[in-house]
């Protein structure tokens, strides 16, 4: 069974410029969470979808982060503009059913912004 | 604020020694505590879980300890490896919300 698929592995940017992330879920798997794990926290959740419909997004700073997933499969995480506090690992991870499937990470993608 | 408060921040163990991992946590509608195991450029897996109905709860080497009139659960891990080097972070959940503690470094020496 492959396992959550995210690209890129990594991102270098500068401030103020936009970054998207892509997340591709284990098939079958109706929830979809993103995370932001900054370096030596655990993840914080971002957004978490139940097929393509949002459940929660109370920690997403909406101001400048945006995500979306289309036909309720993959998914991609945008921030625009971007601040030096935003580099990070951002984590995918999905689920069978909320809340207590075992959630399935993918590798991540660490974000610098400079 | 931090809802699940975890400590050691990092810990070195010989091999063949107990590993032991504290989390705390505040919020009473928590019911459900997971551990997960993370090894560096990878993302978080699950490791073991429990609920609170139960006190503890074992899988092979590792095992939880809950203590729901604390509002503490612990994880310890027997026999600790060279491979269990990784690091470990405990979360508690309610409904769709899962919080994350700051996560344990561990290092077992051969």
């Known amino acids: 069974e492959a396992g959550v698929a995210q690209s890129p592995r990594y991102k270098i940017i500068e401030k103020r410029q936009s970054v998207a992330f892509w997340c591709n879920p284990i098939?079958?798997?109706?929830?979809l969470y993103w995370y932001q794990q900054i370096l030596g926290q655990g993840p914080k959740l971002l957004i978490q979808f139940q097929n393509n419909g949002v459940v929660d997004d109370s920690q997403l700073p909406k101001d400048r982060f945006s995500a979306e997933r289309l036909k309720g499969v993959d998914s991609t995480l945008k921030i625009q503009p971007a601040k030096l506090e935003d580099s990070a690992v951002y984590l995918c991870?999905?689920?069978?059913?909320?809340?207590?499937?075992?959630?399935?990470f993918g590798p991540g993608t660490r974000l610098l912004v400079l | 604020q931090q809802q699940v408060k975890q400590s050691p921040q990092s810990l070195i163990v010989q091999k063949g020694g107990i590993s032991i991992i504290n989390c705390a946590y505040e919020n009473t509608a928590f019911d459900y505590f997971p551990w997960y195991q993370q090894f560096p450029g990878k993302g978080p897996a699950l490791l073991i879980a429990?609920?609170?109905?139960?006190s503890e709860k074992k899988e092979g080497r590792f095992t939880i300890s809950f203590n729901k009139s604390a509002k503490q659960f612990s994880l310890h891990i027997m026999d600790s490896q060279p491979g269990d080097s990784a690091t470990y972070f405990c979360?508690?959940?309610?409904?769709?919300?899962?919080?994350f503690g700051t996560g344990t470094s561990l290092t077992v020496i051969p």
């Open positions: 098939s079958g798997h109706a929830t």
């Open positions: 979360a508690a959940v309610t409904g769709n919300q899962f919080y």
């Open positions: 991870a999905s689920s069978v059913r909320p809340p207590w499937g075992t959630q399935y």
């Open positions: 429990i609920r609170p109905d139960v």
